[in-house]
Protein backbone atom coordinates (compact mmCIF):
# COMPACT_ATOMS: atom_id res chain seq x y z
CA UNK A 1 0.00 0.00 0.00
CA UNK A 2 1.22 3.42 -1.48
CA UNK A 3 1.98 5.68 1.96
CA UNK A 4 2.61 9.66 1.43
CA UNK A 5 3.81 11.90 3.83
CA UNK A 6 3.87 15.51 3.15
CA UNK A 7 6.72 17.81 5.63
CA UNK A 8 7.37 21.61 5.34
CA UNK A 9 4.82 23.81 6.17
CA UNK A 10 4.75 26.29 8.70
CA UNK A 11 3.72 30.64 8.61
CA UNK A 12 5.71 32.63 6.80
CA UNK A 13 5.22 36.88 5.63
CA UNK A 14 3.76 37.90 2.54
CA UNK A 15 6.30 37.71 -0.08
CA UNK A 16 8.31 35.08 1.79
CA UNK A 17 9.34 31.49 0.74
CA UNK A 18 8.23 28.18 1.61
CA UNK A 19 8.95 24.34 0.17
CA UNK A 20 6.88 21.05 0.70
CA UNK A 21 7.84 17.85 0.38
CA UNK A 22 6.29 14.76 -0.30
CA UNK A 23 7.78 11.57 0.43
CA UNK A 24 6.31 8.13 -1.13
CA UNK A 25 6.75 4.69 0.04
CA UNK A 26 5.49 1.43 -0.64
CA UNK A 27 4.90 1.58 -4.34
CA UNK A 28 7.04 1.73 -7.65
CA UNK A 29 7.38 5.79 -6.97
CA UNK A 30 8.82 6.40 -10.80
CA UNK A 31 5.17 5.10 -12.21
CA UNK A 32 3.06 7.63 -10.35
CA UNK A 33 2.04 10.88 -11.61
CA UNK A 34 1.80 13.50 -8.55
CA UNK A 35 0.80 16.76 -7.44
CA UNK A 36 -0.17 18.92 -5.02
CA UNK A 37 -3.86 20.35 -4.07
CA UNK A 38 -5.06 22.85 -1.23
CA UNK A 39 -7.91 23.56 0.51
CA UNK A 40 -8.41 26.73 2.79
CA UNK A 41 -11.63 26.84 5.71
CA UNK A 42 -14.78 27.16 3.31
CA UNK A 43 -13.20 26.91 0.29
CA UNK A 44 -13.68 24.18 -2.56
CA UNK A 45 -10.20 21.97 -3.03
CA UNK A 46 -8.11 23.63 -5.72
CA UNK A 47 -5.52 21.83 -7.83
CA UNK A 48 -2.15 23.21 -7.29
CA UNK A 49 0.56 21.39 -9.66
CA UNK A 50 1.02 18.15 -10.46
CA UNK A 51 4.37 16.23 -12.38
CA UNK A 52 3.50 13.22 -14.57
CA UNK A 53 5.55 10.21 -13.66
CA UNK A 54 8.37 10.80 -15.91
CA UNK A 55 8.57 14.58 -15.19
CA UNK A 56 7.66 15.73 -19.21
CA UNK A 57 4.16 16.82 -17.97
CA UNK A 58 3.78 19.52 -15.79
CA UNK A 59 0.09 21.58 -14.42
CA UNK A 60 -0.03 25.03 -12.70
CA UNK A 61 -2.69 26.43 -11.37
CA UNK A 62 -2.94 30.14 -12.82
CA UNK A 63 -3.07 31.94 -9.33
CA UNK A 64 0.69 30.19 -8.70
CA UNK A 65 2.49 30.58 -12.03
CA UNK A 66 5.38 32.36 -11.88
CA UNK A 67 5.87 32.05 -8.82
CA UNK A 68 5.46 27.63 -7.23
CA UNK A 69 7.73 25.16 -8.85
CA UNK A 70 7.20 21.93 -8.96
CA UNK A 71 9.96 19.21 -9.02
CA UNK A 72 10.36 15.76 -8.40
CA UNK A 73 13.48 13.12 -7.41
CA UNK A 74 12.92 9.80 -9.13
CA UNK A 75 16.37 8.19 -6.97
CA UNK A 76 14.58 9.54 -3.08
CA UNK A 77 10.70 9.00 -4.03
CA UNK A 78 10.16 12.63 -3.02
CA UNK A 79 8.73 15.47 -4.76
CA UNK A 80 8.89 18.90 -3.53
CA UNK A 81 6.70 22.53 -4.51
CA UNK A 82 8.98 25.78 -4.21
CA UNK A 83 6.71 28.32 -2.97
CA UNK A 84 8.11 31.76 -3.71
CA UNK A 85 6.17 35.41 -3.22
CA UNK A 86 3.76 33.18 -1.16
CA UNK A 87 0.27 35.79 -0.25
CA UNK A 88 -2.31 35.25 2.55
CA UNK A 89 -4.42 33.54 -0.32
CA UNK A 90 -1.95 31.09 -0.48
CA UNK A 91 -2.50 30.03 2.86
CA UNK A 92 -4.32 26.40 3.33
CA UNK A 93 -4.38 22.72 3.78
CA UNK A 94 -1.83 21.74 1.06
CA UNK A 95 -1.90 17.63 0.27
CA UNK A 96 -0.24 15.24 -1.54
CA UNK A 97 -1.55 13.27 -4.02
CA UNK A 98 -0.15 10.68 -6.30
CA UNK A 99 -1.92 8.00 -9.21
CA UNK A 100 -0.81 6.17 -11.72
CA UNK A 101 -2.98 8.04 -13.97
CA UNK A 102 -2.20 11.32 -15.12
CA UNK A 103 -6.06 12.26 -16.02
CA UNK A 104 -7.01 10.87 -12.85
CA UNK A 105 -4.72 13.29 -10.64
CA UNK A 106 -5.14 16.62 -12.49
CA UNK A 107 -8.98 16.10 -12.14
CA UNK A 108 -8.73 15.16 -8.70
CA UNK A 109 -8.93 12.18 -9.12
CA UNK A 110 -6.21 10.76 -7.18
CA UNK A 111 -6.69 7.67 -5.50
CA UNK A 112 -3.88 8.12 -3.11
CA UNK A 113 -3.28 10.87 -0.90
CA UNK A 114 -1.42 12.33 2.26
CA UNK A 115 -2.63 14.02 5.36
CA UNK A 116 -1.79 17.47 4.48
CA UNK A 117 0.56 19.74 5.80
CA UNK A 118 -0.65 23.61 6.96
CA UNK A 119 0.82 26.91 5.21
CA UNK A 120 -0.27 29.78 6.60
CA UNK A 121 0.76 33.30 4.85
CA UNK A 122 0.27 36.41 7.34
CA UNK A 123 1.98 39.45 8.32
Known amino acids: QVHLVESGGGSVRPGESLSVSCSAS????????MGWFRQAPGKEREHVASVSAAGSLTYYAESVKGRFTISRGNAKNTMSLQMNSLKPEDSAMYYCAADNSWSALTGGRAGIWGQGTQVTVSS
Open 26 to 33: GYDYSSLS
